[in-house]
């Protein structure tokens, strides 16, 4: 497998566009599948270290560093809370008000290896602000800013608000979007895909303090081309 898409980088720091599906780096559930940092390494050698994770199915922003002493000030900055997150999220539900912020702890859930869950006490507390950008009937377009980094934060932040995220398998539900819930009269539903079909939720911007200029130092990845089609269709026949 090819190395996903450079989107950033310099003789410090090397930023990806990581593709839904692909595992950051060996998962002690799944050790066998491929991730990104062995195919890194295997490429660019084992110099190269990642900074923070990601979901496997949650696209976008995925920074690694070429130095030890970037992946030290790169991940101090993850620990002080200064790198500054950007998701979009694509959920399921009507959205309200225009801004909002949850606060809810999180701990790993006991019944479900590999999980989290939302606790009142007990728990590590876990902060999200989220905008809401577009609404369309039955769905919501969100921008999402972490301002902790809990395991499956937004994704259990949202379900727990009542606005679970597109496709999410482990804190979802059975909504799909498709093209004949949305056009009167559409014809192909005998063969009908969903319009996106991975789970929704992409990082698109990743702000970090840069270890050798100091200079703040923005690294975007563009929307996948599934969610720039399913947001076409919305805007055409799901507007509210």
């Not at 000030?73 to 912020?101: C, N, R």
């Not at 972490?146 to 979802?172: C, E, K, M, S």
């Not at 799909?176 to 014809?187: A, D, F, I, P, T």
């Amino acid at each position: 497998m090819a190395l996903p898409p450079i989107i950033y980088e310099d003789d410090a720091l090397l930023g990806f566009d990581k593709p839904s599906g692909l595992l950051v780096a060996p998962d002690r559930l799944d050790k066998q599948s491929e991730n990104l940092m062995a195919l890194v390494h295997a490429k660019l050698g084992h110099g190269v270290a990642n900074v923070h994770r990601l979901d496997a199915d949650t696209s976008g922003v995925l920074l690694c560093t070429k130095t030890k002493r970037a992946l030290d000030i790169l991940s101090g900055q993850f620990q002080a809370k200064t790198a500054e997150k950007v998701y979009h999220a694509l959920v399921a539900g009507a959205a309200a008000p225009d801004e909002f912020t949850v606060e809810l702890a999180l701990r790993a859930d006991e019944s479900r290896p590999g999980l989290m869950r939302a606790v009142k006490k007990g728990g590590k507390p876990s902060v999200t602000h989220f905008r809401v950008l577009e609404r369309f009937r039955g769905f919501s377009w969100l921008e999402c800013r972490p301002l902790t980094g809990r395991t499956h934060q937004l994704r259990v932040h949202l379900a727990a608000h009542g606005l679970p995220i597109l496709n999410d398998a482990f804190y979802g539900n059975d909504t799909q979007l498709l093209l004949s819930g949305l056009k009167r009269g559409y014809k192909g539903r005998e063969n009908e895909r969903p319009l996106i079909s991975r789970l929704a939720l992409h990082v698109s911007e990743l702000t970090v303090t840069h270890p050798e200029t100091r200079e703040r130092v923005t690294l975007r990845a563009p929307l996948p081309n599934e969610f720039v089609v399913a947001l076409k269709y919305l805007r055409r026949f799901g507007c509210v």
